[in-house]
DNA sequence: GTCAATAATCTCATATTACAAGAAAATTTA
DNA sequence: TAAATTTTCTTGTAATATGAGATTATTGAC
Protein backbone atom coordinates (compact mmCIF):
# COMPACT_ATOMS: atom_id res chain seq x y z
CA UNK A 1 0.00 0.00 0.00
CA UNK A 2 2.31 2.86 0.94
CA UNK A 3 5.12 2.92 -1.73
CA UNK A 4 8.76 3.13 -0.55
CA UNK A 5 10.28 6.04 -1.06
CA UNK A 6 12.99 5.44 -3.59
CA UNK A 7 14.81 9.17 -3.32
CA UNK A 8 15.49 11.89 -0.84
CA UNK A 9 12.68 14.01 -2.38
CA UNK A 10 9.94 10.68 -1.62
CA UNK A 11 11.96 10.38 1.74
CA UNK A 12 11.68 13.90 2.71
CA UNK A 13 7.35 13.80 1.63
CA UNK A 14 7.51 10.01 3.72
CA UNK A 15 8.20 11.80 6.94
CA UNK A 16 4.59 13.34 6.38
CA UNK A 17 2.91 9.96 5.39
CA UNK A 18 3.96 8.70 9.07
CA UNK A 19 1.58 11.44 10.37
CA UNK A 20 -1.95 9.27 10.36
CA UNK A 21 -5.25 9.20 12.92
CA UNK A 22 -3.59 6.00 14.40
CA UNK A 23 -0.34 8.48 15.33
CA UNK A 24 -0.17 12.09 15.21
CA UNK A 25 2.19 12.85 17.40
CA UNK A 26 5.73 11.69 16.53
CA UNK A 27 9.04 12.57 18.64
CA UNK A 28 12.59 12.74 15.98
CA UNK A 29 13.83 9.64 18.04
CA UNK A 30 10.63 7.80 16.57
CA UNK A 31 10.61 8.95 13.47
CA UNK A 32 14.25 7.99 13.21
CA UNK A 33 12.81 4.79 14.21
CA UNK A 34 10.50 4.49 11.91
CA UNK A 35 11.68 5.78 9.28
CA UNK A 36 15.35 4.49 8.93
CA UNK A 37 16.74 7.79 8.79
CA UNK A 38 20.17 8.64 10.46
CA UNK A 39 19.81 11.44 12.87
CA UNK A 40 21.32 14.88 10.86
CA UNK A 41 19.18 13.77 7.80
CA UNK A 42 16.35 13.14 10.09
CA UNK A 43 16.80 16.93 11.18
CA UNK A 44 17.46 18.23 7.98
CA UNK A 45 14.05 16.82 6.49
CA UNK A 46 12.14 18.11 10.05
CA UNK A 47 13.73 21.61 9.77
CA UNK A 48 12.45 22.09 6.36
CA UNK A 49 9.21 20.83 6.66
CA UNK A 50 9.03 22.84 9.78
CA UNK A 51 10.20 26.28 8.30
CA UNK A 52 7.68 25.78 5.44
CA UNK A 53 5.25 25.17 8.47
CA UNK A 54 3.86 21.81 7.30
CA UNK A 55 4.79 20.53 10.86
CA UNK A 56 4.81 22.37 14.09
CA UNK A 57 6.79 21.32 17.36
CA UNK A 58 6.85 22.70 20.56
CA UNK A 59 9.59 22.42 23.42
CA UNK A 60 9.33 18.44 24.80
CA UNK A 61 6.43 17.87 22.31
CA UNK A 62 6.26 15.49 19.21
CA UNK A 63 5.92 17.16 15.97
CA UNK A 64 2.31 17.56 14.91
CA UNK A 65 1.07 18.73 11.34
CA UNK A 66 1.31 22.74 10.99
CA UNK A 67 -0.76 25.43 9.88
CA UNK A 68 0.67 25.44 6.41
CA UNK A 69 -1.96 22.78 5.89
CA UNK A 70 -4.56 24.74 6.74
CA UNK A 71 -3.84 27.55 4.41
CA UNK A 72 -3.29 25.33 1.86
CA UNK A 73 -6.79 23.83 2.45
CA UNK A 74 -7.93 27.18 2.04
CA UNK A 75 -6.32 27.89 -1.01
CA UNK A 76 -7.59 24.71 -2.39
CA UNK A 77 -11.50 25.34 -1.71
CA UNK A 78 -10.61 28.25 -3.93
CA UNK A 79 -9.23 26.52 -6.68
CA UNK A 80 -10.73 22.68 -6.82
CA UNK A 81 -12.82 22.41 -9.70
CA UNK A 82 -14.65 19.41 -8.36
CA UNK A 83 -15.76 21.54 -5.36
CA UNK A 84 -16.57 24.94 -7.14
CA UNK A 85 -18.80 23.10 -9.90
CA UNK A 86 -20.02 20.72 -7.15
CA UNK A 87 -21.51 23.72 -4.36
CA UNK A 88 -24.74 24.44 -6.38
CA UNK A 89 -25.38 20.34 -6.91
CA UNK A 90 -25.05 20.28 -2.62
CA UNK A 91 -27.27 23.21 -2.44
CA UNK A 92 -29.69 22.28 -5.06
CA UNK A 93 -30.23 18.00 -2.70
CA UNK A 94 -30.17 19.26 0.38
CA UNK A 95 -32.79 22.19 -0.62
CA UNK A 96 -34.93 19.66 -2.16
CA UNK A 97 -34.30 16.79 0.54
CA UNK A 98 -33.90 16.97 4.50
CA UNK A 99 -30.52 15.04 3.40
CA UNK A 100 -26.68 15.30 3.26
CA UNK A 101 -24.70 15.91 0.00
CA UNK A 102 -21.11 14.84 0.05
CA UNK A 103 -18.62 15.21 -2.98
CA UNK A 104 -16.29 12.65 -2.76
CA UNK A 105 -12.73 12.28 -4.50
CA UNK A 106 -11.59 9.36 -5.54
CA UNK A 107 -7.33 9.26 -4.60
CA UNK A 108 -4.49 6.78 -4.48
CA UNK A 109 -6.71 3.86 -3.91
CA UNK A 110 -8.94 5.94 -1.11
CA UNK A 111 -12.21 8.20 -1.17
CA UNK A 112 -12.41 11.21 0.62
CA UNK A 113 -15.24 13.87 1.24
CA UNK A 114 -13.98 17.15 -0.26
CA UNK A 115 -17.44 18.94 0.85
CA UNK A 116 -20.57 18.41 2.14
CA UNK A 117 -23.39 20.38 2.91
CA UNK A 118 -26.63 19.37 5.02
CA UNK A 119 -30.15 20.33 5.93
CA UNK A 120 -31.14 18.12 8.18
CA UNK A 121 -30.09 18.06 12.12
CA UNK A 122 -29.10 14.72 12.37
CA UNK A 123 -26.10 15.71 10.12
CA UNK A 124 -22.90 14.35 12.56
CA UNK A 125 -21.00 11.96 9.57
CA UNK A 126 -18.65 9.15 10.79
CA UNK A 127 -16.70 10.11 8.03
CA UNK A 128 -16.22 14.04 7.74
CA UNK A 129 -14.38 15.82 5.11
CA UNK A 130 -11.34 14.70 4.64
CA UNK A 131 -11.94 11.33 6.27
CA UNK A 132 -10.86 8.39 4.19
CA UNK A 133 -13.88 6.17 3.79
CA UNK A 134 -13.84 2.65 3.28
CA UNK A 135 -14.19 1.82 -0.61
CA UNK A 136 -15.94 -1.58 -0.23
CA UNK A 137 -19.23 -0.27 1.96
CA UNK A 138 -21.55 2.15 1.22
CA UNK A 139 -22.81 3.67 -2.30
CA UNK A 140 -20.03 6.02 -2.79
CA UNK A 141 -17.03 3.24 -3.14
CA UNK A 142 -19.73 1.46 -5.33
CA UNK A 143 -20.84 4.27 -7.13
CA UNK A 144 -17.38 4.97 -8.31
CA UNK A 145 -15.67 1.36 -8.40
CA UNK A 146 -18.59 0.13 -11.08
CA UNK A 147 -17.46 2.74 -13.73
CA UNK A 148 -13.46 1.83 -13.19
CA UNK A 149 -11.88 0.36 -16.38
CA UNK A 150 -11.77 -3.24 -15.98
CA UNK A 151 -8.16 -3.83 -16.05
CA UNK A 152 -8.06 -1.62 -13.45
CA UNK A 153 -10.76 -2.68 -11.30
CA UNK A 154 -9.88 -6.80 -11.35
CA UNK A 155 -7.01 -6.18 -9.58
CA UNK A 156 -8.23 -3.52 -7.19
CA UNK A 157 -10.85 -6.57 -6.04
CA UNK A 158 -8.49 -9.29 -6.22
CA UNK A 159 -6.23 -7.11 -3.65
CA UNK A 160 -8.94 -5.80 -1.48
CA UNK A 161 -11.02 -9.09 -1.55
CA UNK A 162 -11.00 -9.53 1.72
CA UNK A 163 -12.79 -6.50 2.16
CA UNK A 164 -15.69 -6.96 0.07
CA UNK A 165 -16.26 -10.46 1.80
CA UNK A 166 -16.28 -8.84 5.38
CA UNK A 167 -18.51 -6.41 3.68
CA UNK A 168 -21.04 -8.90 2.75
CA UNK A 169 -20.76 -8.00 -1.17
CA UNK A 170 -19.34 -11.02 -2.79
CA UNK A 171 -16.86 -13.84 -1.70
CA UNK A 172 -15.13 -14.21 -5.21
CA UNK A 173 -14.02 -11.87 -7.35
CA UNK A 174 -16.90 -12.44 -9.77
CA UNK A 175 -19.10 -12.50 -7.53
CA UNK A 176 -18.25 -9.24 -6.65
CA UNK A 177 -18.22 -7.35 -10.36
CA UNK A 178 -21.37 -9.37 -10.75
CA UNK A 179 -22.53 -6.90 -8.08
CA UNK A 180 -21.58 -3.87 -9.44
CA UNK A 181 -23.24 -4.29 -12.78
CA UNK A 182 -26.97 -3.31 -12.12
CA UNK A 183 -24.67 -0.18 -10.65
CA UNK A 184 -23.22 0.23 -13.90
CA UNK A 185 -26.54 -0.38 -15.42
CA UNK A 186 -28.41 2.44 -13.61
CA UNK A 187 -25.25 4.61 -13.54
CA UNK A 188 -25.78 5.08 -9.13
CA UNK A 189 -25.61 3.05 -6.18
CA UNK A 190 -27.59 2.75 -3.37
CA UNK A 191 -27.01 1.45 0.28
CA UNK A 192 -29.12 0.69 2.76
CA UNK A 193 -27.91 1.15 6.21
CA UNK A 194 -24.21 -0.42 5.28
CA UNK A 195 -22.02 2.68 6.90
CA UNK A 196 -24.59 3.75 9.12
CA UNK A 197 -27.59 2.23 10.62
CA UNK A 198 -31.09 3.61 9.58
CA UNK A 199 -29.04 5.67 6.31
CA UNK A 200 -29.83 5.38 3.11
CA UNK A 201 -26.81 6.55 0.80
CA UNK A 202 -27.37 7.35 -2.77
CA UNK A 203 -24.10 8.15 -5.18
CA UNK A 204 -23.33 8.17 -8.48
CA UNK A 205 -19.75 8.91 -10.04
CA UNK A 206 -17.94 11.99 -11.31
CA UNK A 207 -15.78 11.91 -14.57
CA UNK A 208 -13.62 14.18 -15.91
CA UNK A 209 -12.14 13.44 -19.11
CA UNK A 210 -14.07 10.07 -19.68
CA UNK A 211 -12.91 6.77 -19.19
CA UNK A 212 -12.19 6.47 -15.28
CA UNK A 213 -14.53 8.58 -12.41
CA UNK A 214 -12.36 10.57 -10.60
CA UNK A 215 -15.54 11.54 -7.89
CA UNK A 216 -18.88 10.74 -7.11
CA UNK A 217 -21.65 12.55 -5.70
CA UNK A 218 -23.69 11.76 -2.54
CA UNK A 219 -27.08 12.36 -0.84
CA UNK A 220 -27.61 10.61 2.63
CA UNK A 221 -30.70 10.49 3.97
CA UNK A 222 -32.87 9.07 7.17
CA UNK A 223 -34.02 5.22 5.57
CA UNK A 224 -37.67 6.93 7.24
CA UNK A 225 -37.82 9.64 5.03
CA UNK A 226 -37.16 7.46 1.53
CA UNK A 227 -40.71 5.66 0.71
CA UNK A 228 -41.48 3.55 -2.24
CA UNK A 229 -40.50 5.54 -5.39
CA UNK A 230 -38.79 7.90 -3.95
CA UNK A 231 -35.81 5.99 -3.89
CA UNK A 232 -35.75 5.87 -8.02
CA UNK A 233 -36.81 9.52 -7.99
CA UNK A 234 -33.78 10.43 -5.43
CA UNK A 235 -31.38 8.14 -7.74
CA UNK A 236 -32.01 9.54 -10.56
CA UNK A 237 -31.70 12.80 -8.96
CA UNK A 238 -28.21 12.52 -7.81
CA UNK A 239 -27.38 10.82 -10.98
CA UNK A 240 -28.11 13.97 -13.02
CA UNK A 241 -26.71 15.84 -10.45
CA UNK A 242 -23.35 13.87 -10.75
CA UNK A 243 -24.01 14.06 -14.68
CA UNK A 244 -23.98 17.70 -14.79
CA UNK A 245 -20.79 18.08 -12.78
CA UNK A 246 -18.91 16.38 -14.95
CA UNK A 247 -20.28 18.95 -17.65
CA UNK A 248 -19.14 21.49 -15.52
CA UNK A 249 -15.83 20.27 -15.76
CA UNK A 250 -15.18 19.58 -18.91
CA UNK A 251 -16.44 23.11 -19.32
CA UNK A 252 -13.60 24.10 -17.50
CA UNK A 253 -11.48 22.45 -19.37
CA UNK A 254 -12.71 23.97 -22.58
CA UNK A 255 -12.49 27.64 -20.94
CA UNK A 256 -8.85 26.98 -20.00
CA UNK A 257 -7.81 25.53 -23.49
CA UNK A 258 -9.16 28.60 -25.26
CA UNK A 259 -7.12 30.59 -23.80
CA UNK B 1 10.15 37.30 1.88
CA UNK B 2 9.75 34.19 -0.13
CA UNK B 3 13.57 32.38 0.67
CA UNK B 4 15.16 30.88 -2.47
CA UNK B 5 15.36 27.41 -2.62
CA UNK B 6 19.08 25.75 -2.09
CA UNK B 7 18.42 22.35 -2.56
CA UNK B 8 16.60 20.05 -4.17
CA UNK B 9 14.48 19.31 -0.89
CA UNK B 10 13.73 22.91 -0.77
CA UNK B 11 12.99 23.13 -4.31
CA UNK B 12 10.59 20.48 -4.58
CA UNK B 13 8.47 22.51 -1.71
CA UNK B 14 9.02 25.65 -3.50
CA UNK B 15 6.73 24.15 -6.17
CA UNK B 16 4.08 24.26 -4.12
CA UNK B 17 4.90 27.81 -2.49
CA UNK B 18 3.77 29.44 -6.06
CA UNK B 19 -0.61 28.05 -5.81
CA UNK B 20 -1.42 31.35 -3.62
CA UNK B 21 -4.65 33.06 -3.89
CA UNK B 22 -3.49 35.06 -6.59
CA UNK B 23 -2.79 32.23 -8.52
CA UNK B 24 -4.68 28.86 -7.76
CA UNK B 25 -3.60 27.32 -11.18
CA UNK B 26 -0.82 26.20 -13.09
CA UNK B 27 0.59 24.62 -16.12
CA UNK B 28 3.91 23.28 -16.26
CA UNK B 29 5.03 25.58 -19.25
CA UNK B 30 4.02 28.53 -16.45
CA UNK B 31 5.79 26.84 -13.75
CA UNK B 32 9.36 25.88 -15.91
CA UNK B 33 8.75 29.42 -16.55
CA UNK B 34 8.13 30.43 -12.77
CA UNK B 35 10.88 28.58 -10.68
CA UNK B 36 13.54 28.11 -13.81
CA UNK B 37 13.48 24.31 -13.95
CA UNK B 38 14.50 22.33 -16.72
CA UNK B 39 11.30 20.22 -18.14
CA UNK B 40 12.39 16.66 -16.55
CA UNK B 41 13.16 18.06 -13.29
CA UNK B 42 10.10 20.02 -13.43
CA UNK B 43 8.46 16.87 -13.99
CA UNK B 44 9.92 14.44 -11.73
CA UNK B 45 8.97 16.98 -8.76
CA UNK B 46 5.66 17.35 -10.65
CA UNK B 47 5.20 13.38 -10.39
CA UNK B 48 5.81 12.89 -7.07
CA UNK B 49 3.88 15.77 -5.47
CA UNK B 50 1.04 14.45 -8.02
CA UNK B 51 1.35 10.36 -6.90
CA UNK B 52 1.67 11.97 -3.03
CA UNK B 53 -1.71 13.76 -3.65
CA UNK B 54 -0.54 17.24 -3.53
CA UNK B 55 -1.48 18.63 -6.61
CA UNK B 56 -4.29 16.97 -8.76
CA UNK B 57 -4.25 17.99 -12.45
CA UNK B 58 -6.98 17.01 -15.13
CA UNK B 59 -6.16 16.82 -19.04
CA UNK B 60 -5.55 19.83 -20.62
CA UNK B 61 -5.86 22.04 -17.07
CA UNK B 62 -3.25 23.11 -15.35
CA UNK B 63 -2.63 21.76 -11.75
CA UNK B 64 -4.12 22.57 -8.39
CA UNK B 65 -3.48 21.64 -5.24
CA UNK B 66 -5.08 17.74 -4.17
CA UNK B 67 -6.50 16.26 -1.76
CA UNK B 68 -4.12 15.18 0.26
CA UNK B 69 -4.41 18.54 1.35
CA UNK B 70 -7.86 18.38 2.65
CA UNK B 71 -7.17 14.53 4.58
CA UNK B 72 -3.74 16.36 6.76
CA UNK B 73 -6.64 19.13 7.53
CA UNK B 74 -8.82 16.75 8.88
CA UNK B 75 -5.58 15.13 10.81
CA UNK B 76 -4.46 18.24 11.80
CA UNK B 77 -8.13 19.23 13.19
CA UNK B 78 -7.57 15.93 15.46
CA UNK B 79 -4.04 16.79 16.73
CA UNK B 80 -3.30 20.39 16.78
CA UNK B 81 -2.88 21.75 20.37
CA UNK B 82 -3.61 25.12 19.84
CA UNK B 83 -6.97 23.86 18.11
CA UNK B 84 -7.76 21.27 21.09
CA UNK B 85 -6.71 23.53 23.66
CA UNK B 86 -8.86 26.40 22.27
CA UNK B 87 -11.86 24.52 21.52
CA UNK B 88 -13.66 25.21 24.91
CA UNK B 89 -12.72 28.50 24.90
CA UNK B 90 -14.41 29.46 21.73
CA UNK B 91 -17.44 27.56 23.02
CA UNK B 92 -17.67 29.85 26.54
CA UNK B 93 -16.83 33.03 24.57
CA UNK B 94 -19.17 32.60 22.27
CA UNK B 95 -21.85 31.45 24.81
CA UNK B 96 -21.41 34.69 26.67
CA UNK B 97 -21.15 37.12 24.20
CA UNK B 98 -22.57 37.78 20.59
CA UNK B 99 -19.37 37.41 19.15
CA UNK B 100 -16.89 35.76 17.07
CA UNK B 101 -14.20 34.06 18.47
CA UNK B 102 -10.67 32.74 16.83
CA UNK B 103 -7.67 31.18 17.34
CA UNK B 104 -5.24 32.78 14.93
CA UNK B 105 -1.54 31.26 14.32
CA UNK B 106 1.94 33.06 14.00
CA UNK B 107 3.63 31.67 11.62
CA UNK B 108 6.56 32.59 9.46
CA UNK B 109 5.84 36.36 9.19
CA UNK B 110 1.95 35.95 9.09
CA UNK B 111 -1.25 35.17 10.79
CA UNK B 112 -3.41 32.21 10.35
CA UNK B 113 -6.85 31.48 11.29
CA UNK B 114 -7.10 27.99 12.30
CA UNK B 115 -10.42 28.23 14.05
CA UNK B 116 -12.78 30.28 14.97
CA UNK B 117 -16.58 29.83 16.31
CA UNK B 118 -19.53 31.92 16.22
CA UNK B 119 -22.68 33.38 17.63
CA UNK B 120 -23.76 35.83 15.71
CA UNK B 121 -25.38 36.32 12.63
CA UNK B 122 -23.54 38.15 10.39
CA UNK B 123 -20.50 35.71 10.88
CA UNK B 124 -19.10 36.43 7.32
CA UNK B 125 -15.38 37.24 8.23
CA UNK B 126 -13.28 38.49 5.34
CA UNK B 127 -10.31 36.60 7.04
CA UNK B 128 -11.55 32.55 7.33
CA UNK B 129 -9.80 29.56 8.56
CA UNK B 130 -6.56 29.38 6.59
CA UNK B 131 -6.57 32.87 4.85
CA UNK B 132 -3.65 34.59 6.22
CA UNK B 133 -3.94 38.83 8.00
CA UNK B 134 -2.35 41.24 7.78
CA UNK B 135 -0.09 42.40 10.81
CA UNK B 136 -0.77 45.80 10.80
CA UNK B 137 -4.33 45.92 10.98
CA UNK B 138 -6.47 44.40 14.17
CA UNK B 139 -5.97 43.76 17.48
CA UNK B 140 -4.92 40.27 16.65
CA UNK B 141 -1.68 40.88 15.10
CA UNK B 142 -0.74 43.64 17.82
CA UNK B 143 -1.71 41.34 20.89
CA UNK B 144 1.35 38.84 19.31
CA UNK B 145 3.48 42.10 17.99
CA UNK B 146 3.65 43.53 21.32
CA UNK B 147 4.75 40.42 23.01
CA UNK B 148 7.46 39.66 20.74
CA UNK B 149 11.07 39.73 22.07
CA UNK B 150 12.97 43.25 21.25
CA UNK B 151 15.52 41.14 19.00
CA UNK B 152 12.90 39.77 16.61
CA UNK B 153 9.83 42.76 17.06
CA UNK B 154 12.95 45.42 15.74
CA UNK B 155 13.72 43.97 12.70
CA UNK B 156 10.14 42.85 11.71
CA UNK B 157 8.84 46.49 12.22
CA UNK B 158 11.63 48.05 10.12
CA UNK B 159 10.97 45.74 7.00
CA UNK B 160 7.55 46.04 7.22
CA UNK B 161 7.55 49.91 8.28
CA UNK B 162 5.01 50.80 5.20
CA UNK B 163 2.82 48.88 6.12
CA UNK B 164 2.10 50.14 9.84
CA UNK B 165 2.52 53.46 8.05
CA UNK B 166 -0.27 52.73 6.12
CA UNK B 167 -2.04 51.40 8.69
CA UNK B 168 -1.48 54.61 10.39
CA UNK B 169 -0.34 53.03 13.49
CA UNK B 170 3.14 55.02 13.86
CA UNK B 171 5.20 56.81 11.43
CA UNK B 172 8.71 55.66 12.70
CA UNK B 173 9.91 52.61 14.27
CA UNK B 174 9.64 53.87 17.70
CA UNK B 175 6.08 55.09 17.12
CA UNK B 176 5.09 51.89 16.35
CA UNK B 177 6.73 50.86 19.02
CA UNK B 178 5.13 53.08 21.53
CA UNK B 179 2.04 52.32 20.20
CA UNK B 180 2.79 48.83 21.95
CA UNK B 181 3.33 49.12 24.92
CA UNK B 182 -0.05 49.89 25.98
CA UNK B 183 -1.21 46.38 24.61
CA UNK B 184 2.26 44.85 26.78
CA UNK B 185 1.02 46.55 29.84
CA UNK B 186 -3.03 45.70 29.54
CA UNK B 187 -2.28 42.31 28.02
CA UNK B 188 -4.61 42.29 25.79
CA UNK B 189 -5.26 44.81 22.47
CA UNK B 190 -8.37 46.27 21.02
CA UNK B 191 -9.30 47.88 17.76
CA UNK B 192 -12.15 50.11 16.96
CA UNK B 193 -12.89 49.13 13.32
CA UNK B 194 -9.79 48.40 11.75
CA UNK B 195 -10.40 45.46 10.13
CA UNK B 196 -14.30 45.52 9.42
CA UNK B 197 -15.96 49.13 10.06
CA UNK B 198 -18.15 48.71 12.98
CA UNK B 199 -16.17 45.92 14.29
CA UNK B 200 -14.40 45.80 17.47
CA UNK B 201 -11.29 43.25 18.01
CA UNK B 202 -10.00 41.89 20.89
CA UNK B 203 -7.23 39.78 21.52
CA UNK B 204 -4.70 38.28 23.53
CA UNK B 205 -1.60 36.24 22.78
CA UNK B 206 -0.87 33.21 23.47
CA UNK B 207 2.33 31.62 24.57
CA UNK B 208 3.96 28.17 24.60
CA UNK B 209 7.10 27.22 26.59
CA UNK B 210 7.36 30.74 27.48
CA UNK B 211 9.47 33.94 25.65
CA UNK B 212 7.54 34.25 22.38
CA UNK B 213 3.89 34.45 21.77
CA UNK B 214 2.69 31.63 18.95
CA UNK B 215 -0.80 32.10 18.42
CA UNK B 216 -3.60 34.90 19.57
CA UNK B 217 -6.82 34.24 21.12
CA UNK B 218 -9.51 37.38 19.75
CA UNK B 219 -13.09 37.92 19.96
CA UNK B 220 -14.44 40.23 17.57
CA UNK B 221 -17.98 42.27 18.33
CA UNK B 222 -20.17 44.14 16.66
CA UNK B 223 -19.57 48.12 17.56
CA UNK B 224 -22.83 48.71 19.39
CA UNK B 225 -22.71 45.87 21.68
CA UNK B 226 -19.84 47.10 23.51
CA UNK B 227 -20.72 49.65 25.48
CA UNK B 228 -18.42 51.42 28.06
CA UNK B 229 -17.38 49.42 30.75
CA UNK B 230 -18.02 46.45 28.09
CA UNK B 231 -14.43 46.74 26.81
CA UNK B 232 -12.08 46.27 29.52
CA UNK B 233 -14.72 43.49 30.68
CA UNK B 234 -14.17 41.81 27.31
CA UNK B 235 -10.43 42.43 27.07
CA UNK B 236 -9.94 40.64 30.65
CA UNK B 237 -11.70 37.66 29.55
CA UNK B 238 -9.83 37.43 26.18
CA UNK B 239 -7.00 37.71 28.14
CA UNK B 240 -7.85 34.90 31.25
CA UNK B 241 -8.51 32.77 28.16
CA UNK B 242 -5.55 33.28 26.60
CA UNK B 243 -4.12 32.45 29.61
CA UNK B 244 -5.60 29.30 30.62
CA UNK B 245 -4.77 28.18 26.49
CA UNK B 246 -1.53 28.72 27.52
CA UNK B 247 -1.95 26.76 30.53
CA UNK B 248 -3.33 24.04 28.62
CA UNK B 249 -0.64 23.59 25.72
CA UNK B 250 2.23 23.40 29.18
CA UNK B 251 0.14 20.89 30.49
CA UNK B 252 0.00 19.37 27.56
CA UNK B 253 3.86 18.73 27.31
CA UNK B 254 3.93 18.01 30.70
CA UNK B 255 2.06 14.99 30.11
CA UNK B 256 4.35 14.03 27.01
CA UNK B 257 7.40 14.32 29.29
CA UNK B 258 6.53 12.54 32.16
CA UNK B 259 5.42 9.43 29.54
C1' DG C 1 20.93 33.12 37.77
C1' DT C 2 24.13 28.83 36.84
C1' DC C 3 24.87 24.17 35.58
C1' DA C 4 23.85 19.55 33.78
C1' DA C 5 21.30 17.15 30.45
C1' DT C 6 19.17 16.93 26.38
C1' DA C 7 18.09 18.41 21.77
C1' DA C 8 19.36 20.27 17.41
C1' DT C 9 22.83 21.59 14.15
C1' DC C 10 27.42 21.72 11.92
C1' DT C 11 31.75 19.90 9.60
C1' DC C 12 33.65 17.30 6.09
C1' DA C 13 35.07 13.51 3.17
C1' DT C 14 32.74 10.29 0.25
C1' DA C 15 29.41 8.00 -2.29
C1' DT C 16 25.15 8.81 -4.00
C1' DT C 17 22.00 10.62 -7.00
C1' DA C 18 19.83 14.70 -8.91
C1' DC C 19 20.46 16.94 -13.13
C1' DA C 20 19.86 18.37 -18.24
C1' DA C 21 19.70 17.11 -23.11
C1' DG C 22 17.67 14.54 -26.15
C1' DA C 23 14.85 10.42 -27.19
C1' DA C 24 11.02 7.56 -26.29
C1' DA C 25 6.59 6.55 -24.63
C1' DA C 26 2.07 7.59 -23.37
C1' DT C 27 -1.85 10.57 -23.77
C1' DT C 28 -5.07 13.41 -25.93
C1' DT C 29 -7.29 15.60 -29.86
C1' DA C 30 -8.50 15.75 -34.71
C1' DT D 1 -6.50 5.67 -36.80
C1' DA D 2 -3.02 9.36 -37.16
C1' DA D 3 -0.93 13.73 -35.59
C1' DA D 4 0.12 16.53 -31.96
C1' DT D 5 0.94 17.17 -27.58
C1' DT D 6 2.26 15.99 -23.00
C1' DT D 7 4.85 13.25 -19.95
C1' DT D 8 8.45 10.06 -18.73
C1' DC D 9 12.87 7.53 -19.69
C1' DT D 10 17.78 7.15 -20.84
C1' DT D 11 22.55 8.52 -19.97
C1' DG D 12 27.02 10.39 -18.50
C1' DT D 13 28.45 13.87 -15.45
C1' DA D 14 28.54 17.28 -12.00
C1' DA D 15 26.52 18.47 -7.98
C1' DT D 16 25.08 17.47 -3.42
C1' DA D 17 22.82 14.50 0.00
C1' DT D 18 24.58 11.63 3.41
C1' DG D 19 26.27 9.90 8.13
C1' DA D 20 29.76 9.77 11.93
C1' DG D 21 31.17 12.37 15.21
C1' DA D 22 31.86 16.90 17.24
C1' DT D 23 29.76 21.25 18.38
C1' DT D 24 26.52 24.35 19.60
C1' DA D 25 21.77 25.71 21.39
C1' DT D 26 18.00 24.87 24.44
C1' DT D 27 15.78 23.35 28.17
C1' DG D 28 14.88 21.89 32.99
C1' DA D 29 16.61 21.57 37.72
C1' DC D 30 18.63 23.61 41.46
Not at 4 to 31: C, G, I, M, Y
Not at 72 to 95: F, Q
Not at 155 to 170: D, F, M, N, S
Request: proline content about 5%; aromatic content about 8%.
Amino acid sequence: MIKKAVNSLERLQAVLDVFTEDRLEWTPEELMEELGYSRPTLYRYLKILKDRGFLTSMPNTGFTLGPRVVEMDYLLRKSDNLILSGAPYLRKLTERYECTALLVRWYGEKILCVDSLSSSREAISSYPRGRPMPLSRGAIGRSIIAFLPRRNLVPLIKRTLHEWQAAGVGDTVDAVLNGLKSVRKKGYAVAYGEVTPGVTGFAAPIFDAGQSPIASFSVTIAQDQVRGSAVEEIGLEVRLAAGEISAALASHRHKILSQ
